[in-house]
Structure formats: structure tokens, C-alpha cells
């Protein structure tokens, strides 16, 4: 699948959170000053060509869907981000996790009983 932008990346989140929308939809979503929405529409066509998103009529416009999942996306990004910053090793993550206190080893513990029961 083709990484995303950014921006892209911006307007794919707004539009999980949405679910099916139109352009229109998501422009409402961004701060002021909003983007044009035909820039709006130019970035849905372009996710749709790079596989994320699928389109239907409704009425003079097209309702726009979700072809990937956001968790199948973060997992992926998760996956780059191991193999780019933790040498491919999960563990390396966790020990870095363990290292800056974010996850405690009772945590751990916690978690690999729970792992060991199911």
C-alpha cells in the first residue's frame, strides 16, 4: 500500500472518525482558514487512487468509504516504525518502553500471565 502524507494522513483520520462522507463533510472538520474544497475533493480522489478509500454515487456527488481499516493502517506505520527505529525487534521496544517508565514490569507481568491463561 502507498504511504501517505501528512496531509493525506489528516484527512484519512478525520475521515475514520466520520466514517462514509463527502468532501464537504471533512472541510467542515479542519480549523479556520478551511481548504478549498475542491482541494478537499483533489485529496479524496488521490486517496482513492492509492487504495484507501472507495466511492458511491449519491445525488450530483459520491459518498466516500474506508477501503482500509485505521488499526490495518496504525499497524503498519507501527511495523515501519520498528523496523526503522528498533532495528526490526519488538523487544527492543519494550525494553525501551521498560527503560523510560511507560510500561512498569508489573505491567509486563500482568500481561504475560494474562497471555499465558488464553
Not at 37 to 47: D, P, S
Amino acid at each position: 500500500m502507498e504511504r501517505l502524507t501528512r496531509r493525506e494522513e489528516e484527512v484519512m483520520e478525520m475521515i475514520w472518525q466520520l466514517g462514509s462522507c463527502a468532501p464537504k463533510d471533512v472541510r467542515a472538520m479542519f480549523p479556520d482558514p478551511k481548504p478549498h474544497i475542491n482541494t478537499v475533493a483533489t485529496m479524496f480522489q488521490l486517496l482513492e487512487k492509492k487504495g484507501y478509500l472507495t466511492h458511491r454515487p449519491k445525488g450530483r456527488g459520491y459518498i466516500y468509504t474506508p477501503a482500509v481499516k485505521q488499526e490495518s493502517y496504525g499497524r503498519g506505520k507501527f511495523e515501519q516504525f520498528v523496523r526503522r527505529y528498533f532495528g526490526n525487534s519488538y523487544m527492543n521496544v519494550v525494553s525501551a518502553l521498560v527503560r523510560e517508565e511507560k510500561v512498569s514490569e508489573q505491567e509486563l507481568t500482568d500481561f504475560l500471565d494474562n497471555l499465558k491463561k488464553q
